[in-house]
């Protein structure tokens, strides 16, 4: 993948996916952790796993360097299969996310540096099987926004994600067609998202190839509230939903932009000098700013 890529990656899947140093279920019950890292090898979605099935999970979470609440001391073996074991027991509070799964009911945690390890570890495994695939084959050449869509789909559906139409269309360089056929479901929460933000990067990958840009650069517009929360997200500026829709929240983070920037705190998105200070801030940091 493109450096720009690999750099911008925990950005953009930190508000999507949230940042939790402990084990919890997320809503189809899988014990996950970290930013949206399932460490769970159970088939079937909010069920018991077989023996087998427990015995690959685990082997998944011990691959992280687990540490006992209020001290530095590495967890044993034992003491990670316990929590594993205990939180996959709870499936009731599967629904309520990383929110239900806090300690005392958790005692484990991995730190913030461990945590982006093992993210990139995950995307670089994902990366290596999604471009054994015939129709990745050219993957490395793609535009980098079109590389951030298909693995970010990768990041929520596993690498080997069938999805003939797409596979077609992106086989064929065929960016707008791709997007076309990117959705996945269920499309509730930070799916939906996901979603746009997929099909956004998509469609950017062929502006890049139609208008002859630099490939290796991830292209973003700063021309609506959906790309300012964007940028502000790329540059540092949380907490911040990507959902377009210009409240409170996206205002005081322009607010804040602005502060820091010495210019009117005004909070509005479109305001030239706010969008000018934007572009040359994401042009400074490697992005093609259309």
Not at 171 to 186: L, S
Not at 231 to 249: E, M, N
Request: charged content about 20%.
């Amino acid at each position: 993948m493109h450096q720009s890529v690999r750099d911008y990656w925990i950005s953009f899947n930190d508000p999507l996916e949230g940042r939790v140093d402990f084990m919890y279920l997320d809503t189809k019950g899988y014990v996950s952790t970290g930013i949206g890292n399932k460490i769970d090898e159970t088939r079937r979605d909010n069920s018991a796993p077989t023996e087998e099935e427990r015995a690959a999970s685990l082997a998944a979470a011990y691959r992280l360097a687990w540490l006992v609440n209020g001290s530095d001391t590495e967890a044993r073996p034992d003491e990670i299969a316990n929590e594993w074991d205990t939180v996959k027991s709870h499936l009731e509070l599967a629904p309520f996310g990383h929110l239900g799964f806090r300690p005392p009911l958790t005692s484990l945690h991995v730190t913030d540096e461990e945590i982006d390890r093992h993210v990139f570890q995950k995307l670089d495994e994902m990366e290596g099987v999604l471009t054994s695939r015939p129709e990745f084959a050219d993957f490395g050449s793609w535009p980098a926004n079109a590389q951030l869509a298909a693995l970010s789909m990768c990041w929520a559906l596993g690498p080997a994600f069938t999805f003939p139409l797409f596979q077609a269309h992106v086989a064929q360089r065929n960016w707008v067609g791709a997007a076309d056929e990117c959705h996945f479901t269920p499309d509730v929460g930070t799916i939906v998202i996901r979603n746009y933000l997929d099909r956004a990067h998509l469609l950017l990958a062929g502006t890049v190839e139609g208008q002859g840009l630099p490939p290796e650069q991830i292209a973003w517009y700063v021309s609506d509230v959906f790309g300012v929360q964007g940028a502000l997200l790329a540059l540092g500026y949380k907490p911040l939903t990507q959902d377009g829709a210009d409240g409170p929240l996206t205002q005081a983070m322009v607010k804040k932009f602005q502060s820091n920037c010495t210019l009117t705190e005004n909070g509005a998105f479109d305001d030239p000098d706010t969008v000018n200070s934007l572009a040359a801030q994401l042009s400074g940091m490697g992005f093609t700013v259309l």
